[in-house]
């Protein structure tokens, strides 16, 4: 039986290995990857608590997420790629420009 | 009717706005013909309301609410009754003159139409103090009379100040601020009686509070007297409060004239004549007054005796005639307390005038002694100030005759004896300073042409605007009776009971002490300097130095308190307050300085920085439960 705790515990898991990603990668299209891994670590808790109390709330919020991280991408990506036209490179480090 | 109350009131305001409007730009005479002619408007409203009321037609205006904050509602409202009219009459008779002397007084000072501005704001504040129908009102006239007392004798601010040593009097701008400062003292006390009058009776209007007085206990009316009668002490510049008056002379002449001399320091007497009710329930407090007024009345004409200053002479004077009218107000006869003020407003105010004249033709020298002989080319002047002088001193049928007789009548028939014993000492010295400074101007040796003066005789206008005064100072005397009739329809009737044949002897012996001080003047001046007795007595050094209650206060107070000052300023506020601030801008430059160092500028490090913050604030919603 799958009760609502693993899936909060597998949500748990998706969020911490997003979050390492975020830390630990240089790639900034594995930035990414890791910030969707985080999103869908949310959806995948609003989801299940949403059916836990029978409440359609969470599913619109999951869904809402699901769009708003669509067109994050988009512009991300969008950025990512002037940025690599720009430099050549899409390695983290390269950018220092707000050193104060 | 009501119109003319509110003529009387704000023609003196429209004129100092409109004198205001030109306050930066060089002379212009217009402001002084506008001003002056909007006081003769007032005037003539205040005499026209003189003539109107009577017992049954008091007028009582209420012109809006002013401050209304839950239970306490204050009107700005006005009366003319029978007290108040008397006042409005003597403040624009007396003003309206002295604006016209100024024209040709201020004829070359560059401050010209400013002079004007708050002239007219003087009389506007003197209008509502005189006019209000309430203790606030009353008090918001008195804050503003003194505001513009303080801008007039600070009128010359840009004079140097000078150390005691090189020139005894002092400069206008510390004159000034000592006339302030000074009167601050006072009117807490006065603010003081005001607040316990609306704790104890709810309401700060004459009627309801002189209505209700009675319904409270004798110790918070003793209370209420004193307090209000400190406030009156500073404005009347009663003993302790008295070391301003002398130096407000270093003001405008005709500002000495109509602030210090006619009006604003006669308002102390006006606000006890009209808190009477309060007062006749304390006689206790009332023989006070008088016995303060009697000692003021001989220890101020006491040190006008050797006085070389003329304008400070004449300051004395005055001091002395408030006295007088403590004395008057304090034994329950305050229709004879008004009349006094009204008749020495008239006389003083002329005294001044002509001081004035001699000053400005003897380009601002203050020194008597450097004057002399002077009859021959003011013989305008010396006429008028010898009529004045003799008004000031008591001689039949001049208006100080009657007026100041009545009071000494009063302390006899009362069996104060030695009240009138102070009273009547102080009527001979007045007589004396009074010719002494009349010989020593006028007459002997024309000692000013050593110092290379060319006097001449004041403008005709000039001595125009003065005439009306003379003549008040001659005649006002025998309005008495009308007068008394007139003001007891309000004021508690008040008669000295003595027999015919006591009411003689006093007539003589009063007449008589002050003949014989203008006699020893005149005959002792004529001969020469006559103050060399008084260095001889050795009291000289005393009264010149003003019983050194200058130097006291200085020593005692202000030095003092100067150095209480630069012990808050340089351990208490530097060393702490300062301190403390510094400290706390300190550790957090500090920290922010540190801080800086995480801001490595690589967003891998800021990253992590954003996850660590995260995890706090995670830790802080998952322990932090308010309201648990």
Not at chain 1, 73 to 99: C, F, H, N, P
Not at chain 2, 69 to 82: K, P, S
Not at chain 2, 279 to 288: D, H, K, Q, S
Request: glycine share 8%.
């Amino acid at each position: 039986m799958i009760t609502l705790t693993h899936y909060l515990v597998l949500s748990a898991i998706l969020f911490s290995i997003g979050l390492a990603g975020v830390i630990r990668r240089k790639n900034l299209l594995l930035l990414f990857f890791s910030t969707e891994i985080m999103l869908n670590a949310a959806n995948i808790g609003f989801a299940a608590i949403g059916k836990f109390y029978g409440d359609l709330t969470g599913q619109m919020v999951a869904f809402f997420i699901i769009a708003v991280a669509a067109s994050e991408v988009a512009v991300g990506l969008g950025l990512l790629v002037l940025w690599y036209k720009r430099t050549g490179t899409i390695d983290l480090e390269s950018m220092q420009e707000m050193k104060g | 009717m009501e119109n003319y109350v509110y003529i009387a009131l704000f023609a003196p305001l429209a004129g100092s706005l409109f004198a205001a409007l030109f306050g930066d730009k060089p002379k212009t005479l217009l402001t002084g013909i506008v001003t002056s002619l909007l006081l003769f408007v007032s005037w003539y409203a205040s005499i026209k309301l003189l003539g109107y009321i009577d017992e049954e037609h008091i007028i009582h205006v209420k012109m809006m609410d002013w401050i209304a904050a839950g239970n306490f509602n204050v009107d700005f409202g006005f009366v003319a009754d029978q007290v108040s009219v008397i006042m409005m009459v003597t403040v624009t008779t007396v003003s309206t003159l002295v604006h016209v002397y100024s024209i040709g007084y201020m004829d070359h000072d560059k401050g010209f139409n400013r002079y004007f501005s708050y002239l007219s704001a003087f009389v506007f504040s003197m209008m509502i103090l005189v006019m209000s129908d309430n203790f606030l009102g009353l008090f918001i006239g008195w804050e503003g009379v003194g505001l513009c007392s303080w801008l007039l004798i600070g009128f010359w601010y840009h004079k140097k100040d000078v150390p005691t040593s090189e020139n005894p009097a002092i400069s206008p701008a510390y004159a000034a601020n000592e006339a302030f400062v000074m009167n601050r003292i006072a009117d807490l006390g006065m603010l003081i009686g005001i607040f316990m009058i609306y704790w104890n009776l709810g309401s700060l209007e004459y009627d309801t509070v002189f209505a209700n007085i009675g319904s409270l206990d004798g110790a918070t009316i003793t209370m209420i007297g004193v307090f209000l009668f400190i406030g009156a002490m500073g404005k009347s510049a009663q003993f302790p409060l008295h070391t301003w008056l002398a130096n407000a002379m270093e003001g405008p002449t005709p500002v000495s004239a109509l602030i210090h001399a006619a009006t604003m320091v006669t308002a102390g007497v006006y606000l006890v004549i009209r808190s009477h009710d309060i007062y006749m329930l304390i006689p206790n407090v009332g023989y006070f007054i008088a016995c303060l007024g009697a000692f003021v009345a001989v220890f101020a004409a006491s040190m006008a005796l050797v006085n070389l200053e003329l304008k400070r002479i004449i300051a004395y004077s005055t001091l002395s005639q408030l006295g007088y009218m403590f004395v008057a107000a304090g034994l329950g006869a305050y229709w004879i307390a008004l009349f006094h003020l009204m008749t020495h407003a008239f006389f003083k105010s002329v005294l001044f005038l002509g001081a004035g004249n001699v000053m400005h033709a003897m380009d601002d020298e203050k020194y008597i002694d450097k004057m002399g002989g002077l009859a021959k080319v003011m013989p305008w002047t010396m006429r008028i100030m010898t009529v004045a002088s003799l008004a000031l001193a008591g001689i039949w049928p001049f208006a100080g005759f009657f007026s100041k007789d009545k009071i000494l009548e009063t302390a006899f028939a009362q069996n104060h004896y030695f009240l009138w014993a102070l009273l009547w000492i102080g009527a001979g010295m007045t007589a004396y300073y009074s010719f002494r400074l009349i010989m020593l101007v006028f007459f002997g040796e024309e000692r000013y042409k050593k110092f290379g003066f060319h006097p001449h005789e004041a403008y005709p206008y000039v001595l125009l605007a003065m005439a009306p005064l003379a003549i008040l100072a001659i005649i006002a005397g025998f309005f008495e009776h009308s007068f008394m009739h007139f003001v007891t329809q309000l004021l508690p009737e008040y008669e000295p009971h003595v027999s015919k044949g006591t009411f003689i002897f006093l007539l003589v012996v009063t007449l008589g002490i002050a003949i014989s001080g203008i006699t020893l003047a005149v005959v002792k001046f004529s001969k020469g300097n006559f103050d060399e007795f008084f260095k001889k007595l050795g009291v000289y050094d005393v009264l010149i130095n003003q019983y050194h209650i200058p130097d006291f206060y200085q020593r005692a107070i202000c030095e003092p308190y100067a150095k209480l000052s630069e012990f808050a300023w340089k351990k208490i506020d530097m060393r702490i307050v300062d301190a403390t601030v510094d400290f706390i801008a300190g550790v957090i430059y500090k920290s922010g300085d540190k801080a800086r160092a995480m801001q490595t500028g690589n967003l891998s490090t800021n990253l992590k920085w954003m996850a660590l913050g995260f995890v706090v604030l995670l830790a802080a919603a998952l322990f932090y439960r308010p309201g648990m």
